[in-house]
C-alpha cells in the first residue's frame, strides 16, 4: 500500500514537535480535511488535520515524493545511479538540469541511509564479518579517501559504510609533489589517524549487540587499533593485501562489493571523467547502491531469486524500486550513526572547496 492507495492511513502526526510524531499510538486522533489538487497525477490529494498539535498534513507528507516538482524521475533515477550513468548523462537523458539530478540524487541517498538504518536495527547480530577501505577520490586525485565497507560473507549483506580522507601517496613527479605540498599549505592535511577513526566507527556499528565476532581483513596498520576499547570479543583474521584476490581468497565477498561499486557507480570507474566532486555525495551514492545491492538486485546474476536481506531474514521477497520508495521515513523518528547524521545533512566537507553546501531544507526533506 502506497500513499496514494485508497483507504490509506497516517501512521502518526508528522509534526516532530507533537507528542504523537515519535511513538505510535492507538490513542492518537486526526481528521479529514478535505483536498487539494496539483499539476501533476494524482491530482486530487488529501488532507487530514492532527487533533492534538492541529497540524494540517497530506498523504503527500508521508510520500517519498513530498515538496517534489517532477516526483516521476527519482524512482528511474535510482536505477540510474546504480546503473553507472553520472549527474549530467541522467539529466540529459530526463531532460531536466544537472542541479535537479543533484538535488534528487541526495534526496534518494537521504532515503536510503534512513531506510538502511533500520532494516540494521532488524538484523540480529553478524558472527562473522569482512571490511575493507575503498579507495577513491573527491575534487581531484591530490584528494583520495577510503570508504570504509562491512560486508557479512555468508550472504553478501553490505553492512555498513563510513568515509576517512587521506593524504595522496605513491608515485608522483616533481611538480605533482610541489602541487601537494602547495595544497596542504593552504588547506591543511588530511588527520594521520582518519583511516582508524573511521574503520573504528564502522566496527562499532557492525558489532552492536554482539559479544563475539570475528573480523577478517587485509593487513592495513590502521585496523588492529581500530578494534580496541570495543564492547566485544573480536578474533581478527588477517589476509595479507598482497595475496591474489579470488574466490578462495577470505576477503572474497568484499572484494566482489569493491567490484560492484566500480561497476555500478560512474564515479568510481577507472580512468572516468565522473569523478565525485564531493566526498559527501559519493556517500549519498554509495548509501542507494548498498540499499540496491541488499534489497533489489539478486545475489547472484545467474542463480535463484535471492537478495542478500531475503538470506538474513530482513525482507520476505526481493524488493522493486517502487517497495524501496513507497513511504517517506522521517529523520526526526530514526536515529543515525554519527557519520551517517553527518551525511544526512550534507556535513562533509571538501577541503578544496570553498563553500559546501548543507541541507538545510524544511519541507523538501
Ligand atoms: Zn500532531
Redesign the pocket.
Known amino acids: 500500500m502506497t500513499t496514494n492507495t485508497p483507504g490509506w492511513q497516517p501512521p502518526h502526526?508528522p509534526?516532530p514537535d507533537?507528542q504523537?510524531?515519535q511513538h505510535v499510538s492507538p490513542a492518537w486522533r486526526y481528521k479529514r480535511k478535505g483536498y487539494f489538487t496539483r499539476r501533476c497525477a494524482p491530482k486530487r490529494i488529501p488532507r487530514f488535520t492532527?487533533l492534538?498539535?492541529g497540524?494540517n498534513f497530506s498523504t503527500q507528507t508521508f510520500s517519498t515524493s513530498y515538496w517534489l516538482k517532477r516526483p516521476d524521475l527519482m524512482p528511474r533515477l535510482f536505477l540510474q545511479l546504480v546503473g553507472s550513468m553520472c549527474n549530467r548523462q541522467a539529466a540529459r537523458a530526463e531532460r531536466v538540469a544537472p542541479s535537479t539530478i543533484q538535488r534528487q540524487a541526495s534526496r534518494l541517498g537521504r532515503h536510503c541511509l534512513l531506510f538502511h538504518t533500520l532494516q540494521l536495527q532488524q538484523i540480529g547480530p553478524t558472527p562473522e564479518i569482512v571490511v575493507d577501505g575503498f579507495e577513491t577520490f573527491e575534487w581531484s586525485q591530490f584528494h583520495p579517501f577510503h570508504h570504509n565497507v562491512a560486508v557479512d560473507p555468508a550472504t553478501g549483506y553490505f553492512l555498513h559504510h563510513t568515509d576517512s580522507p587521506l593524504r595522496r601517496k605513491g608515485r608522483m613527479t616533481e611538480q605533482q609533489k610541489r602541487r601537494r605540498a602547495a595544497l596542504e599549505a593552504s588547506l591543511g592535511r588530511p588527520d594521520p589517524k582518519a583511516v582508524r577513526k573511521g574503520m573504528a566507527e564502522l566496527i562499532e556499528v557492525v558489532t552492536r549487540g554482539a559479544d563475539k565476532v570475528t573480523i577478517r581483513s587485509d593487513d592495513h596498520p590502521a585496523y588492529p587499533p581500530a578494534m580496541k576499547r570495543l564492547n566485544c570479543e573480536i578474533e581478527h583474521r588477517i589476509t595479507p593485501g598482497k595475496q591474489h584476490r579470488d574466490q578462495h581468497n577470505s576477503l572474497w565477498e568484499v572484494n566482489l562489493l569493491d567490484l560492484l561499486i566500480r561497476h555500478s557507480t560512474a564515479a568510481h570507474k577507472r580512468q572516468t571523467i565522473a569523478w565525485a566532486k564531493r566526498r559527501q555525495s559519493s556517500a549519498e551514492k554509495l548509501a542507494v547502491l548498498q540499499v540496491w545491492r541488499n534489497n533489489v538486485k539478486r545475489r547472484w546474476e545467474n542463480g535463484a531469486a535471492v537478495t542478500p536481506a531475503l538470506l538474513r531474514g530482513v525482507a520476505d521477497r526481493v524488493l522493486t524500486v517502487r517497495d524501496i520508495l513507497k513511504e517517506r521515513l522521517f529523520r526526526t523518528r530514526i536515529e543515525l550513526p554519527e557519520s551517517w547524521s553527518r551525511y544526512y545533512e550534507r556535513g562533509v566537507e571538501t577541503a578544496a572547496l570553498a563553500v559546501n553546501r548543507r541541507h538545510g531544507l524544511t519541507y523538501a526533506f
Do not use: D
Open positions: 502526526c509534526n507533537c504523537f510524531h492532527c492534538h498539535c497540524r
